[in-house]
């Protein structure tokens, strides 16, 4: 039964962590500590191609949907307009 039972804990344990590291892959980026393109990201690490310094590891931006509102009842979504915040 203790076998059972560490094999259990062994394989959730490696799923969590498997799970775990590809979220990371998505929610992260990779940009110019100098910002030397701007804000321009990159999807892995490496060197900047202007003024080859490392990539320093970021948040992805995250992209804002396209919102629909119902104008009344029973009619079909209009797209909502969102003017940038500065």
Do not use: R, W
């Not at 498997?18 to 990371?24: D, E, I, L, M």
């Not at 100098?34 to 892995?44: A, F, L, Q």
């Not at 003024?51 to 979504?77: I, Q, S």
């Amino acid at each position: 039964m203790a076998m059972l039972t560490i094999f259990c804990i062994t394989t959730v344990n490696a799923q969590t962590k498997k799970h775990n590291s590809a979220n990371h892959q998505h929610t992260m980026a990779y940009q110019c500590p100098m910002k030397c393109e701007g804000d321009k990201t990159y999807d892995k690490a490496g060197k900047c191609p202007k003024c080859n310094m490392n990539l320093k590891e970021v948040a992805k931006a995250n992209k804002v949907a396209d919102l629909y509102k119902c104008p009344m009842c029973n009619m079909n979504l209009k797209k909502v307009k969102i003017a940038k915040a500065k």
